[in-house]
């Protein structure tokens, strides 16, 4: 299993950033994938996940209506739209996949997250 993110870079608040993340190695179709991010400092925080079908998406909080996770299963991709960037929006960006196939609940815990890409920084300028 190998995911590998990528898109972060600098970019001045109020713009804009798209993540992606390809898998390899593994039926990823069947598995629900997230977003997390880790601020200098800070312990690493969910920031979106999506079911296995794409139907179904949950995002923290601090992103909702800025941020959009959706999926290609025909690429192996999952991708994060990053819009109205804030300073706090800082970080560096880790995808992961459920640790569970086909499971019904998108979860929110990276405890239930069984693989996990390199991560792709993320700098926002005030």
């Known amino acids: 299993v190998q995911l590998q993110a990528s898109g972060g870079g600098l970019v001045q608040a109020g713009g804009s950033l798209r993540l992606s993340c390809a898998a390899s190695g593994w039926a990823f179709s069947t598995y629900n994938m997230g977003w997390f991010r880790q601020a200098p400092g800070k312990e690493r925080e969910f920031v979106a996940a999506?079911?296995?079908?794409?139907?179904?998406?949950y995002y923290a909080d601090s992103v909702k209506g800025r941020f959009t996770i959706s999926r290609d299963n025909a690429k192996k991709m999952v991708y994060l739209q990053m819009n109205s960037l804030k300073p706090d929006d800082t970080a560096v960006y880790y995808c992961?996949?459920?640790?569970?196939?086909?499971?019904?609940?998108?979860?929110?815990?990276?405890?239930?997250?069984?693989?996990w890409g390199q991560g792709t920084l993320v700098t926002v300028s005030s």
């Open positions: 992961a996949a459920d640790a569970r196939e086909f499971r019904r609940v998108v979860v929110t815990n990276e405890a239930d997250f069984g693989s």
């Open positions: 999506i079911s296995w079908s794409g139907g179904s998406t």
